[in-house]
């Protein structure tokens, strides 16, 4: 059960209905107020009893409606009303998506709070798309990152973090990886990598709106896929992957048409 004034930081997934998890959806059936992100998807908004208020606190056409203090001061006042706050984001509330900035701000403020784990796109995308992130033989780790963050969320300077993240030293260590908000770098990133050793025909996935009907998977070299992604006018949301386990899609590939180019 929610409490009165207190906080769920529920992970709606990637897309996919029923990818939520019971937990999420409880959550949501018991709630006053729900405060959801642009990426979560209608038919998840679907799932929210008419009684309930919701509140916007996404980005329209990549410009954020509201601002990243705004949101983290809403829920507490939401709560010091005494309402039952859901805030709900796509895929996991602590992947890429600042989960931990407001339930730090929750817990400054001593407003109750629990979180509920989500479906992150990094995984349930290549998933979808017929891609085992690890895979016996093929590889032990996986790195996950971000190929994006804007000026405004760097702590230390104003570089973006694309620019400070040493590609190189990543194509060194991990045969494997998942890269989340990269479309907008994708040339410095896959230029960085090659740099950093990666062969220009490494395997790589673009998958575009995973775990929806919308889903498009793009598979291509790190070498083309500037190219390709033009080519094909592939826009965000994607998760990049890159590395041998992408090849196992041609065998795997299970939930949409194909649309093999490229490679
Ligand atoms: C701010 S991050 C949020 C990540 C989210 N918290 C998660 O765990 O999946 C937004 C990025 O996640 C990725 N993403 C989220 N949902 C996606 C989807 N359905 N298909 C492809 N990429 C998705 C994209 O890289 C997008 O730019």
């Given at each position: 059960m929610i409490a009165p004034g207190s906080v769920v930081l529920v992970g709606a997934g990637p897309?996919?209905?029923?990818?939520?998890?019971l937990a999420a959806l409880k959550a949501l059936q018991q709630a006053d107020v729900v405060v959801h992100d642009?990426?979560?998807s209608p038919e998840i908004l679907d799932l929210i009893p008419a009684s309930c208020q919701r509140l916007f606190a996404g980005k329209r056409g990549g410009i954020p409606s509201i601002e990243q203090s705004d949101i983290s001061d809403t829920l507490v006042r939401l709560a010091q009303a005494g309402k039952r706050v859901v805030r709900l984001k796509g895929g996991d509330p602590f992947v890429f998506g600042r989960g931990g900035e407001e339930a730090l701000h929750l817990a400054q403020h001593g407003i109750p709070f629990r979180v509920v784990p989500g479906l992150t796109a990094g995984i349930a995308g290549p998933a979808y798309a017929g891609i085992p992130v690890t895979h016996r033989d093929v590889n032990a780790n996986v790195a996950f990152i971000t190929g994006h963050e804007s000026a405004e969320n760097a702590?230390?300077?104003?570089?973006s973090l694309s620019t400070r993240i040493d590609w190189e030293s990543i194509a060194r260590t991990f045969p494997v990886l998942v890269l989340y908000m990269a479309m907008e770098n994708l040339s410095l990133v896959t230029e960085r990598l090659m740099q950093g050793g990666c062969a220009a025909d490494t395997p790589m996935a673009v998958i575009c709106w995973?775990?929806?009907?919308r889903q498009q998977t793009l598979t291509t070299t790190l070498a083309q896929a500037v190219h390709d992604v033009q080519q094909h006018n592939l826009k965000p949301p994607a998760i990049v992957v890159i590395g041998e386990v992408v090849r196992l899609r041609q065998q795997l590939a299970w939930f949409e048409e194909q649309s093999e180019e490229g490679s």
């Open positions: 897309g996919d209905p029923d990818l939520l998890t642009a990426l979560v702590p230390f300077n104003t570089e995973a775990t929806t009907r």
